[in-house]
């Protein structure tokens, strides 16, 4: 769950206002050690969660809450798309220098380059690797990718149409994402 944090100063009669989505996992980072409960309550913020923004003018709330989605949306597909996976049995990277090993194992064998390959799994264990085997573990890998980068996509479309920052509080963007385990022919 997120929290949202709301200041309100007062300088030479003027109100300003800053508000800025801070997720959980955003808290206490390397180099950010002052981003803390005390730190900021200290400060003269004050702390809105998603349960409470109906206490918040929606005009605040509305900007802070589809800022902070966007980076939790985006933030989980990225977990999703390169937390590996299971192919036939396999465990897979799926992290990015991952993709590409893979993807350049395949094309050596496709060119004939090479005649055989040892594929590293997430295991550890090395695995003859021909071109067949190549090619699925890399038309997996790429067709489950591409499936975590639409179903961001669709999310952020849902997303857009919602009217209140209550709405998109509430809106569940971790249902739908692709299988992780996968079976290829």
Request: charged share 20%; glycine share 8%; proline share 3%.
């Amino acid at each position: 769950m997120s929290e949202y944090w709301l200041l309100r100063r007062l300088p030479e009669g003027a109100v300003d206002t800053l508000v800025f989505g801070l997720p959980q996992t955003w808290r206490n980072v390397d180099g950010l050690p002052g981003l803390s409960d005390a730190f900021l309550l200290a400060f003269g913020w004050q702390r809105l969660t998603e349960a409470t923004l109906s206490q918040a003018d929606e005009a605040v709330a509305f900007p802070l809450v589809a800022a902070s989605m966007k980076a939790r949306l985006a933030a989980y597909r990225y977990e999703r798309e390169t937390g590996g996976m299971t192919v036939n049995g396999i465990a897979i990277l799926t992290d990015r220098d991952s993709q590409g090993l893979i993807d350049s194992m395949q094309r050596l064998l496709a060119d004939e380059v090479i005649a055989s390959v040892r594929f590293k799994s997430a295991a550890g264990t090395l695995i003859a690797c021909n071109l067949a085997l190549a090619t699925a573990l890399r038309s997996a890998v790429g067709v489950y990718v591409q499936g975590c980068r639409n179903k961001e996509a669709d999310h952020a479309e849902a997303l857009a149409e919602l009217d209140t920052a209550q709405e998109r509080a509430a809106y569940d963007f971790t249902a739908g994402w692709p299988s992780s385990v996968v079976t290829v022919g």
